[in-house]
């Protein structure tokens, strides 16, 4: 169980507090998809969790433990990250990136055992990317790195991922699928997966939970529960487009 | 389904094997070729008396104990310590062109030496006197002090700009060095002048078997580790924010590879003088031979072509030549220039953003 405590993300300095997010929690097997216009501080937030930045205040845990608190090492094998950054590095396999994955578990030579084999093949076979694992990462399209990527969060076999904007440069049928992807490893692994995405409409589809990052709050729920409540509009609606609660999209305003 | 995982797990290791051990076969011919053969040619007869009954030949024992095996065995452990630094170096700065010598750090060095030498020269005649004798401790700490120096700034800097403009930085603070090294000099007396531009040359000539024994105690403490941080540095090749995630300590590690970088390229400037291209080119071919990029392989691979090509270079630079003898940096620079060149025109990484 993931529980947010009185979480407040952001910088210290002029930046300041970016999220503050009520206490909640979410149970093993969550899919959370976290959703909010440019600049919200999704990624802030995602940040924040992954124990990748200190909150200003309050504390994230993971099966009570504090993930501000924990080392590295222990980090690593709670949560693990994948964001948009694009990654590039000469001469690496995309085998050699999931074999990365099992840094957490190996020893300082960073030999694999018979386990961490098992791991990194049922990783790729999970993302389909077997057929590409012998190839340069550089050689690969942006779908392909992006589902190398996750094979490599996949392999690191932790209770938490953390994704942020990773379906930003796919197309829709490659977003679905990673969607979908993600989803089903939720349920069947009893993981927690949170992802953010620009994708308004295919997150209200796909999401479990929800939540919704706008003016410096969280509001949280199923995704009926938030278009009912009208958070959703609150957090997108502008003077051209508003939410349509009935349709579940967005539409031009009348002019 | 284990058949399967294994084929795919079968790694590079038999190529790797097979390359240190030829590795190690060149290198000692090589080094027997060197210690037989220059100004004065001994046949085997007389290297093996040399060597080892120095009473029954003392010319020969002197020209193989006292010249040749130190200058075969500073320039394999110089070649090994600068071929790892850039192991290092280039997984830390993510630079496929980053090293000691392309990032300024031996500009810090010879900068340190120089201040050194000066600040002798300021001292007094006792002082220069005290230099020439105990040159290694001096020259040592002034070699320290720079390259440690230069190589924080370097790392604070490459936080702000790019591989590509960080590297033309790091070539000119070599110039910028060179300028003010002369002027520097200007002011110590000739005696401080000739102490340093015989440092400045870059030759495994100059030490005697005192010098290994101070010389190869850091070498051998940043080998160790390079060894330790091989792992973070693994995972520093998919960037910061993915190192930490894979649970490395990122500024543990940064201080440690920086340690030691500057153990194993300290010792080596402050000995030899400065050493170009070694550890520029060696990580090339350690990968290009162990076909991965996990840092852990390299190292071996990396000290062992890094020392066959000091080693290597080192003896063309003795061979008997009528005119005078040629600069180690010379022969160098002829290897390492066109391998950077064509690594620059391959690389699209490189390419791309220039």
């Known amino acids: 169980m993931l529980a947010l405590e009185q979480l407040v993300a952001g910088y210290p300095g002029p930046r300041g507090i970016v999220v503050e997010a009520a206490s909640l929690e979410l149970p093993a097997g969550a899919f959370v998809c976290v959703i909010g216009r440019n600049g919200a501080g999704k990624s802030t937030l995602l940040r924040t969790i992954a124990g990748l930045q200190s909150s200003l205040d309050g504390r994230v845990t993971l099966n009570g433990h504090d993930i501000g608190a924990m080392n590295a090492r222990d980090r690593s094998q709670a949560i693990s990250v994948v964001t948009t950054e694009k990654v590039s590095s000469p001469g690496m396999r995309a085998l050699d990136v999931v074999t990365l994955g099992r840094h957490p578990y190996t020893g300082w030579r960073g030999k694999l055992t018979r386990d961490d084999q098992i791991a990194i093949d049922g990783a790729l076979r999970r993302t389909n990317a077997l057929a590409f694992a012998p190839a340069a990462f550089d050689s690969l399209s942006d779908g392909e790195r992006q589902r190398v990527m996750i094979a490599r969060a996949l392999a690191q076999t932790s209770t938490v991922m953390v994704l942020d904007e990773i379906t930003a440069f796919l197309d829709l049928p490659g977003r679905v699928e990673i969607m979908a992807l993600l989803r089903r490893h939720a349920l069947e692994a009893n993981k927690i997966i949170i992802l953010s995405s620009h994708d308004l409409e295919l997150s209200l589809e796909m999401a479990e939970y929800l939540w919704v990052v706008g003016e410096g709050r969280l509001a949280y729920g199923k995704p009926g529960e938030l278009i009912a409540s009208g958070a959703i509009g609150q957090a997108f609606d502008s003077n051209d487009v508003s939410f349509d609660r009935e349709a579940h999209r967005f539409r031009l305003r009348a002019r | ?354």
Request: one cysteine or more; aromatic letters at 8%.
């Open chain 2, 1 to 354: 389904m284990s058949t399967e995982l294994e084929t795919r797990w079968g790694d590079s290791g038999h190529v790797t094997t097979a390359a240190m051990l030829a590795f190690t076969l060149a290198l000692a011919v090589v080094g027997l070729f060197t210690m037989s053969y220059g100004q004065v040619a001994l046949d085997w007869g007389q290297l093996w008396n040399g060597l080892f009954y120095p009473e029954s030949d003392p010319v020969s024992a002197q020209i193989v104990r006292d010249i040749r095996l130190p200058r075969v065995l500073t320039g394999l452990i110089a070649g090994a310590a600068l071929g790892v630094s850039g192991v290092l170096m280039q997984a830390l700065f993510r630079n496929p062109m980053a090293d000691a010598w392309s990032l300024g750090l031996l500009a810090g060095g010879q900068l340190g030496v120089a201040m050194v030498v000066t600040a002798a020269a300021f001292a007094g005649p006792a002082a220069i006197a005290f230099l020439t004798a105990f040159k290694g401790i001096g020259l040592s700490a002034g070699a320290i002090t720079g390259v440690a120096v230069f190589a924080v700034a370097m790392v604070a800097l490459s936080h702000r700009v790019g591989n590509i403009t960080l590297l033309v930085v790091g070539l000119m603070l070599g110039f910028t060095v060179q300028g003010l090294v002369s002027v520097v000099i200007h002011f110590a007396n000739r005696l401080g002048g000739r102490v340093y531009s015989g440092w400045n040359d870059g030759t495994f000539a100059a030490t005697t078997f005192d010098d290994l024994g101070f010389m190869v105690i850091p070498i051998i403490g940043g080998m160790i580790i390079a060894v330790a941080s091989s792992k973070g540095l693994s995972a520093m090749l998919l960037g910061e924010t993915y190192a930490r995630s894979l649970g490395t300590d990122v500024r543990r590690l940064r201080l440690l590879t920086l340690g030691a970088v500057v153990l194993l390229v300290a010792p080596v400037t402050a000995y030899c003088g400065p050493v170009t291209f070694i550890g520029l080119i060696v990580p090339h071919f350690a990968r290009a031979i162990a076909r991965t990029s996990q840092i852990l392989p390299l190292i071996p691979l990396a000290a062992l072509s890094g020392a066959l090509l000091a080693v290597s270079a080192d003896t063309v630079v003795h061979l008997p030549w009528e005119q005078h003898f040629l600069h180690l940096n010379a022969i160098l620079a002829l290897v390492g220039a066109p391998v950077v060149i064509s690594l620059l025109l391959l690389s699209p990484s490189l390419r791309g953003s220039a």
